[in-house]
């Protein structure tokens, strides 16, 4: 059974860090590009970031350009989102998904003073 489990979210304030993490298991998890989107309260579901399956070619929203960053480990199943400078726009549910997969929990950020 195919399962993505987001967690590392939480409260932070402005210009703070979290990493978040997407645990996969039931399929080949070294074989298929990962994602990171969120939503924002009142807003739609929007892309983030991607990762190819090898590790390479990172890609950023630009509204997180130059302060999140994609990684994975393949040995691990898992996937992670390094999340720098954060700002109250960046308040979420994140998700992680890959092109094979159903929607996962989600986990909580939230950016606040």
């Known amino acids: 059974q195919m399962q993505l489990v987001e967690s590392g979210g939480g409260l932070v304030q402005p210009g703070g860090s979290l990493r978040l993490s997407c645990a996969a298991s039931?399929?080949?998890?070294?074989?298929?590009?990962m994602n990171w989107y969120r939503r924002a309260p009142g807003k739609e579901r929007e892309w983030v970031a991607s990762i190819t399956s090898t590790g390479s070619w990172p890609t950023y929203a630009d509204s997180v350009k130059g302060r999140f960053t994609i990684s994975r480990d393949n040995a691990k199943n898992t996937v992670y989102l390094q999340m720098n400078s954060l700002k109250p726009e960046d308040t979420a549910v994140y998700y992680c998904k890959t092109s094979i997969s159903a929607w996962g929990q989600g986990t909580q950020v939230t950016v606040s003073s």
């Open positions: 039931g399929f080949t998890f070294s074989y298929y590009g």
